[in-house]
């Protein structure tokens, strides 16, 4: 079982950055692959990042690539998404997931972060 807690959101200006994180419970984190999503207002929840357990490989939606950069830091137990050159099309409510080897899918999930981007 992991528990998960967003933190780090905020309003910010148009080209601004904000650095969310989420941090986890449970001594197996460093097993998990741990993704961040999305979701706007009025539209369905999307793909923004993840990354391996071991943090060697990491995958973008085509959205956020060269912008957005997804981390680790397995001894803390959180995970983090540094997000530069924000437009106002990033505002969304922003969930970390952790998704388990023996997982189909992203099974367990945090409350959310509101990120504002004001043009």
């Known amino acids: 079982q992991v528990q998960l807690v967003e933190s780090g959101g905020g309003l910010v200006q148009a080209g601004g950055s904000l650095r969310l994180s989420c941090a986890a419970s449970g001594r197996t984190f460093s097993t998990y692959t741990m993704g961040w999503f999305r979701q706007a207002p009025g539209k369905g929840r999307e793909f923004a990042a993840a990354i391996s357990w071991r943090g060697n490989w990491t995958l973008y939606a085509d959205s956020v690539k060269g912008r957005f950069t997804i981390s680790r830091d397995n001894g803390k137990n959180t995970v983090y998404l540094q997000m530069n050159s924000l437009k106002p099309e990033d505002t969304a409510v922003y969930y970390c997931?952790?998704?388990?080897?023996?997982?189909?899918?992203?099974?367990?999930w945090g409350q959310g972060t509101q990120v504002t981007v004001s043009s």
């Open positions: 997931a952790a998704k388990g080897s023996g997982d189909y899918d992203y099974a367990y």
